[in-house]
């Protein structure tokens, strides 16, 4: 009888990370097992053969014939302890939910498009320096700081096609899944059936057919997923790829709230490989990071075609009445150029950060507002839906026909969202394709299922929120107009000038990728903000001296580790009674830390519960570490360690 330690997708109460069990064969380590646990059964990867215990072993119930890498096994132990999360959440991000059940054949995908050679692929100056400075460092993590339009995805397809030659695999992960349609159309013109896709939109029978045709595979393939995707057990790894690695969707914020390119760090390091972190606007902290010694930094700083024809830019003053027009919310210059957009039969983008139809509905003769029940925010209006949306928790409310205060019949709605601009773009252009793009649409409406009717230009003018300002080449759009560039500028938060900057410059970068003319109508009621001038200016090097100058001062990352503990009840007494416990059991440790709070969150009552927290920053992160440990196991607690905002 052999005896092993093994990592259990099941919590264990005392703690610990290893169970042992017994078997009668021997098994490999790493190999996907089914054991016993009390009741109930649950999936295991070996971890190594122990000695025999001086206490009663169960038996492991079924071996698989999938072997687990030791470099991911060692990552997840890793990732286990610098987050503070419970291995077997970890183990359930590497293992698929159920190994034993029947599953239909999905279907085989179609690949029509013609197999290019690599030989073809054209590299600019600036692009073969970049591939050779990667090759050549000693740091395993490299910052790809490339302006929109550098030929950052060339470098991708020129370091994975050495790697396959290598034989050796590469993982390629996009903050979106809208994003993976494009580069898999990309990539699959050069490496064909060697490109798998991953990501939340495949079915649970597609993404075990992926996982098993990944642990199993011989031959060296080419993954591209969303965030999920750097947990497949991926085997002769070569090289991670994290594009667009800026976006604050990287973060997951269930459970375990790992910072994707945090954990892609440890998994390169373990298979002592190369990380390349992609972006326009690379965050604050990682480029500090990689500043400071972390990485090396490479700057791509010219188009990937000299050809390529940069846009003119117009900032719009909209306080000024002369730039409003028959739609109030746009300007003059802007409609102008919707209509020689489209009278070239081009395509006009338009980006506005907010859902609805209205933000705000309230009474014009005492200022009563509507608010969710639950929640106590305004509701959105939706008019196609003909209702009032809570966009916290999704509750509903018919429209008020009068004021529950003081009975006036002057009920109005304030504030301009997507579904508005979309409907009163089809009153102003009823014969044009128009089509919205945000968190709202549908699987079938999604940017990610219509992206060749966008890249072909059978949609005339597309609208939408954030989602529209990644990463997207639609070589026929010739108008940019960004509707209300300050929209989330006054939010109390460290990062929202980044987020601010980031998100219009992304939108900016749609603009310019062809030999044609181009424009970009850049509408905002703070035209003197530093955060606009330096985004309508595409500067990241100025903004990054300013924003990194802000954070050493009021003492945010980079130069302090931040954690964010809740608490929620069903009421606000039972919620401030708790978290002044939480505090003074943090004041307790007697830790060399600075605390914040107790006060109630940005949005303090959620689905009918009480939220409030505590922030605490530190010099050193393991004393947050400490304070995660001493923490009550209560379903009515919850920390982030390392938060990207603290407003969510």
Request: charge should be positive; aromatic fraction near 8%.
């Amino acid at each position: 009888m052999y005896y092993y330690k093994v990592l259990s997708t099941l919590s264990i109460p005392n703690g610990d990370s290893f169970l042992t069990y017994s078997f009668k064969d021997l098994l490999q380590n790493g190999q996907v097992v089914k054991v016993p646990f009390g009741k109930k059964t649950a999936y295991a990867i070996v971890y190594k053969k122990t000695k025999k215990p001086d206490f009663d072993t169960k038996d492991i119930l079924k071996t698989y014939d999938f072997l687990i890498n030791e470099e991911l096994i060692k990552t997840m132990l890793i990732m286990a302890n610098y987050y503070q999360a419970p291995i077997n959440q970890c183990v359930k991000l590497v293992l698929p939910k159920d190994l034993d059940k029947k599953r239909r054949n999905t279907k085989k995908e179609n690949h029509s498009l013609k197999e290019k050679d690599i030989k073809d692929l054209l590299l600019s100056e600036q692009q073969l320096e970049a591939i050779d400075k990667i090759k050549k460092s000693q740091k395993n993590t490299t910052i790809l700081h490339g302006i929109t339009g550098s030929g950052k995805t060339n470098v991708y397809i020129k370091l994975i096609s050495e790697q396959l030659k290598n034989n050796k695999s590469a993982l390629l992960i996009v903050p979106e899944i809208a994003l993976t349609t494009q580069l898999e159309d990309t990539l699959k013109e050069y490496f064909k059936d060697q490109v798998l896709t991953y990501h939340s939109s495949h079915t649970e029978a597609m993404k075990f057919k992926i996982w098993e045709k990944i642990v199993t595979s011989k031959t060296p393939l080419i993954i591209l997923g969303a965030r999920s995707s750097l947990f497949l057990p991926v085997n002769n790894l070569g090289i991670i790829i994290i594009d667009e690695f800026h976006e604050p969707s990287l973060k997951q914020e269930a459970n375990p709230k790992y910072q994707t390119q945090r954990v892609a760090a440890i998994l390169a390091k373990e298979n002592n490989i190369k990380l390349i972190l992609g972006s326009a606007t690379p965050s604050i902290v990682d480029y500090h990071l990689a500043k400071t010694g972390a990485g090396q930094i490479i700057e791509m700083t010219k188009k990937a075609s000299e050809s390529f024809k940069k846009p003119s830019i117009e900032v719009i003053d909209m306080r000024k009445k002369d730039n409003h027009s028959q739609i109030p919310y746009l300007s003059p210059s802007l409609l102008n150029s919707i209509d020689q957009s489209l009278k070239n039969d081009e395509q006009v983008l338009l980006y506005l950060n907010r859902k609805g139809s209205a933000t705000i509905t309230l009474c014009k003769n005492c200022g009563w507002t509507h608010l969710c029940s639950h929640c106590h925010i305004p509701t959105v209006l939706y008019i196609d839906k003909n209702k009032l949306l809570c966009n916290i928790c999704g509750r509903s409310y018919k429209i008020p026909t009068s004021c529950p205060e003081c009975k006036s019949v002057e009920i109005f709605h304030r504030g301009v969202g997507t579904r508005m601009l979309e409907s009163d773009l089809k009153a102003l252009y009823p014969n044009k394709k128009i089509a919205r793009f945000d968190s709202d649409n549908n699987l079938t409406d999604s940017l990610h299922k219509r992206y060749h009717d966008l890249k072909t230009g059978k949609i005339d003018i597309i609208i939408g929120t954030q989602i529209v300002a990644k990463g997207l080449n639609l070589p026929r759009l010739s108008t940019l107009g960004i509707v209300q560039a300050d929209s989330g500028l006054k939010l109390p938060d460290f990062s929202t000038n980044e987020r601010v900057f980031q998100l219009i410059t992304q939108a900016i970068g749609r603009v310019g990728r062809t030999n044609k003319d181009s424009r970009i109508i850049l509408q905002t009621y703070d035209p003197s903000n530093e955060i606009i001038k330096f985004a309508s200016q595409s500067d990241y090097l100025n903004f990054y001296q300013e924003e990194i100058m802000n954070r050493k001062k009021l003492g945010f990352p980079p130069f302090r580790f931040l954690l964010k503990i809740t608490t929620n009840y069903k009421t606000e007494k039972a919620t401030i009674f708790n978290i002044k416990k939480l505090k003074k059991l943090i004041l307790d440790l007697n830790l060399n830390v600075d605390i914040f709070g107790p006060a109630p969150e940005f949005y303090e009552l959620i689905g009918g519960k009480y939220h409030w927290q505590i922030i605490i920053k530190a010099k050193n992160r393991k004393d947050l570490l400490t304070i995660i440990q001493h923490l009550p196991t209560n379903s009515a607690i919850s920390y982030n360690l390392d938060p990207i905002s603290l407003l969510y």
